[in-house]
């Protein structure tokens, strides 16, 4: 798996000099980490984003470290003939149009799959959008320069998603969104031979992975599936398709999914401490708690620090909801909540801390979040935050009494959203999640309610 | 209430000539829609904004509609006193520090509603934000002008907020955000007199309000809430906090409501056709969707037209767990996919219209959503888009199609986020609602599935 992730030489098999086209794109891409050690394949053309065009693979100056096939699909089995003969063990097959069109598309895709066992060669694909590595810098796929370029942040979570053309929309927006910091992104498409299981066992091994988030709409080999989960060592957030009757047979026409018994496959999940989704952004959400907040504490008891009586009783159903439990502060954080509120308020959770800043300034906050933090009774930090320009930076102030905390601590934030993010990249930067949506908040301090890992 | 929300003339006791003082945004907001008509109120100042002074409220040329209080908490009754001798007959407290804060400030609101008592005076709040009008442009609330100027969107949601600060930021985050036009924005805060019913029966006589969007923590009077419900002949969507017990209690510290049983209001609010949300960005995303599809027709059986498998079988999924249904396409819908189809693919629900694209271009996209659009057999139709810049006149094309249609038709949307909100602003414009979470749209598609007025 690792030269498919970290490859030093490739060749793109399709490569095209229309810059409008993937096979063009491909050829920009993985020259800007690769360098001269990238080869367009195309009989039509000399020279492709200033490299030396090959006619064919097969007489390429080396024997690469993978292949990119994006040639209409008729044509793909003859190319892995060629990969074969020159030796290359590794093929990477992101042209669509296989066993996810139909039977014809399936009978193709089982001539490749045969066509590699002849040549011990691995398949990844098709109908895939190939591997981005957020560390490197390498964009094995057909997205334009223009669109990922000044956008890749490197992190803690890897991707590894069953689909095509979603997961290209999707990474496009984990990158202009700035979620969060990618190791590696894996759109496996219709999984031909690569699958989950290779990739999880890769991961186990891959010590910039910290996180990992699925999209499957079924399980490869569950015998093999469970032994690599339980190898990782590393937090998984699952979103599965195919939960429902309905669902499952679309997903058979999707991937050729057997998507299964939906109830039976709930346990399997749960007995392995799979966190579940149900949804993109909320799976993104999760990944991104998970990767902020690793090797902290947890527990049930959560604290809420908040400037609206209306949030604090909205987030406590929601944590009720979802079987937590308001803190009862303790007598130390009770006092020290004294020194900054007004005499006629008697501190608790949760803490309105609105009269405490009318009275002693938003140095109150960081009073109420330094006692919290403090308080044994206290498992986990939910701050709700109202923001506009004028307050930015004082909102940014305050929140660092939280920066680097052994507690999971979430914000909420409210007010001008043309402020929301700066002020996101900021607390994430001090390993607070950011949410604007308080069930968000309170699903992710809920993954260390009960610690599954 | 008309005079409450569109006065002629208004007071500002309180006002300050200090910029960064919400005493004086009062002041400039008024001054916005009222001129001279506007006067403030502050023995120490002459002028305030170009406008003449006034020492006391007593001394002012016109008895006006309303008075705005915006003093000390411990000066109000004595202030109260002066608007009840000069026969002012509407006043609104923003001041916070009364029910609320405890048993202090209960005994001073108690002094405040036995003052308005003596004179026939209505009392708005206190500790509220105030009105903004969308139609007229009036902000009477202590929000900043630089924060509310050039956003201010008309239209036709109504929210009634029975909260002080957290109405101030929502509404800041509405107006940023551009989610949908407002109405009115009432904040009622503590309404030791005028509450939800009283602004209910208004709403029911004003024809730009089209929806009604409520933040309630408790029902000042069930009789008169239910008449005042039956009677509206608008949609509703409630967010009720105090739902768990512990929430209720701290509602009881909030607003002194008394949230009561969570299970008999739910009963009650079923029976009324309330639609609920339970998370504020929920709230406004399904009065949006209320508002753009008024009038439409509803049922359960959905169409799903999307570029993604892997979309197409996760909104699958949500829509069975709502207990709608995806719709059996008929066969004239069929056909008239078949015409954009590659002919090795058998049209089905969801319409997978990816490879359509790749045979016909993206005019695949408006022939499929005409042809579910004109499908008998399908009651409401969620669209999947993948935006980047370069597509976007391309999706705002197609998506003419749906243009003022007689389903409801909503969005899910992944890509490049810079262009999200100039795709949701275009799309919403033709009254299609746009969410970047497939639960979010699927949800706003339940609302019509089961009419309930």
């Not at 990474?171 to 498409?189: D, H, R, T, V």
């Not at 700066?422 to 069930?439: C, F, P, Q, S």
Request: with cysteine; hydrophobic share 45%; glycine share 10%.
């Amino acid at each position: 798996m690792r030269k498919f992730i970290e490859p030093e030489s490739v060749a793109i098999i399709g490569a095209s000099a229309n810059p409008l086209k993937g096979g063009n794109a491909l050829v920009a891409n993985m020259k800007e980490v690769l360098g001269k050690r990238v080869y367009p394949v195309n009989p039509s053309h000399k020279e492709i984003c200033g490299l030396p065009c090959h006619s064919e693979v097969t007489g390429l100056p080396e024997v690469v470290d993978f292949a990119i096939v994006f040639v209409p699909p008729p044509a793909v089995p003859e190319v892995l003939e060629q990969c074969g003969v020159k030796g290359i063990k590794r093929v990477m097959i992101q042209s669509a149009g296989f066993a996810e069109t139909g039977a014809e598309g399936l009978a193709l895709q089982d001539q490749c799959t045969n066509i590699a066992r002849k040549y011990a060669m691995r398949i990844w694909g098709p109908n895939c959008m190939g591997v981005v590595n957020g560390r490197t810098g390498m964009v094995a796929s057909f997205m334009r320069p223009e669109i990922w370029k000044g956008r890749l942040k490197p992190g803690g979570v890897s991707l590894i998603v069953q689909s095509g053309l979603l997961s290209a929309g999707f990474i496009l927006q984990i990158l202009s969104e700035g979620y969060f910091g990618l190791s590696k992104a894996c759109s496996i498409g219709n999984r031909c031979d690569v699958n989950e299981c290779d990739l999880l066992e890769y991961f186990s091994d891959d010590p910039e992975t910290e996180v990992i988030a699925l999209y499957l709409e079924s399980i490869s080999d569950a015998g093999r599936f469970r032994r690599a989960i339980s190898r990782l060592q590393r937090p998984v957030v699952l979103l599965k398709g195919g939960l429902s009757k309905e669902g499952a047979r679309a997903a058979l026409s999707h991937t050729g999914s057997l998507a299964g018994d939906g109830r039976l496959a709930e346990g399997f999940f749960r007995q392995l401490g799979i966190h579940r989704a149900w949804d993109f952004i909320e799976w993104m959400d999760l990944a991104k708690a998970l990767v902020l907040w690793q090797g902290r504490s947890g527990g049930h008891r959560m604290a809420i620090v908040t400037f609206s009586g209306a949030s604090g009783i909205v987030s406590t159903d929601h944590f009720i909801r979802r079987g937590m439990a308001i803190a009862t502060l303790s007598p130390a954080t009770i006092e020290k909540l004294r020194t900054v509120y007004p005499p006629w308020m008697e501190p608790r959770n949760p803490v309105d801390i609105w009269p405490a800043v009318e009275r002693s300034g938003r140095e109150a906050y960081a009073v109420a979040l330094e006692a919290v933090l403090q308080d044994p009774e206290v498992d986990g930090i939910f701050v709700h935050i109202y923001v506009d320009g004028s307050l930015l930076n004082e909102v940014l102030a305050f929140l660092r009494t939280l920066e680097g905390c052994k507690k999971p601590a979430a914000i909420w934030v409210v007010g001008d959203s043309a402020y929301f993010r700066t002020l996101r990249d900021g607390a994430e930067r001090m390993g607070i999640a950011v949410y604007n949506e308080i069930e968000r908040g309170v699903r992710a301090l809920s993954l260390f309610a009960h610690p599954k890992k």
